[in-house]
């Protein structure tokens, strides 16, 4: 069965250089979040589209962006780079509730490093 | 303060010695309890999702239940390929239907041969 798609799966990065990442749902999910996973941690949740409308909120630094389009992809712009953010990001993607049980299934993540 | 809490941190097995890994939630507005697999490196892998006090689910060697604070995973006659990070989360009502997991820290199973 086709899985999340995340690209790409490894990102070097200098400290305040802009990094942008790219995730593509399972076909027919219509819903995409985004979360970070830190050395150790678990994971936490970012943000959450539905209809390219933004739906949930959570941790995100100001500098993260994200957006959703037409086909359901997603992708997640973090500008000016700290090392902090070096982590496993994760890109999940469901049926809105609405549509039938909301079973968030994860991509395989990009590793972002920043040095 | 919502929080997921899981214990133990880390557990070792014998092949075969069957065990549960238990997760204790205290938040309002649950709208589901999910249990995922993860591998080192490696996106979180579905398990189970829970939603009433009594609810059971199987798969293969697990087996989750859910009572109104707490969730336990049971796993019978493990295998080493069971050995992963076992993760518990929650999915709390946000009103916008697209809801954020609460996730807990993690159970570490080693399971040796």
């Known amino acids: 069965a086709a899985g999340v798609i995340q690209s790409p799966r490894h990102l070097i990065k200098e400290k305040r250089e802009t990094a942008t990442l790219k995730c593509y749902p399972i076909?027919?999910?219509?819903?995409v979040y985004w979360y970070q996973q830190g050395p150790g941690q678990d994971p936490q949740f970012l943000i959450s589209?539905?209809?390219?409308?933004?739906?949930d909120k959570g941790s995100i630094p100001d500098r993260f962006s994200a957006q959703q389009f037409s086909d359901y992809h997603s992708e997640l712009n973090m500008s000016s780079l700290e090392l902090g953010d070096s982590a496993l990001y994760f890109c999940?993607?469901?049926?809105?509730?609405?549509?039938?049980?909301?079973?968030?299934?994860f991509g395989p993540g990009t590793r972002l490093t920043v040095t | 303060e919502d929080q997921v809490t899981q214990s133990p941190e880390a557990l070792r097995l014998q092949e075969g010695e069957s065990s549960s890994l238990n997760c204790s939630y205290t938040?309002?507005?649950?709208?589901?309890l999910f249990w995922y697999r993860q591998d080192p490196g490696k996106g979180p892998e579905f398990l189970f999702t829970?939603?009433?006090a009594g609810e059971e689910k199987e798969k293969e060697r697990l087996k989750a239940t859910l009572t109104k604070k707490e969730s336990f995973l049971h796993i019978t006659a493990p295998k080493p390929e069971d050995s992963a990070t076992y993760l518990c989360?929650?999915?709390?009502?946000?009103?916008?239907?697209?809801?954020?997991?609460?996730f807990g820290k993690g159970t570490h199973l080693i399971i040796q041969p």
């Open positions: 989360a929650v999915r709390l009502y946000s009103g916008g239907g697209a809801d954020g997991l609460t």
């Open positions: 938040v309002s507005g649950l709208r589901g």
């Open positions: 589209f539905y209809e390219k409308m933004q739906s």
């Open positions: 829970l939603y009433s």
């Open positions: 076909p027919r999910h219509d819903t």
């Open positions: 999940a993607s469901s049926l809105h509730w609405t549509r039938g049980a909301p079973e968030q299934y």
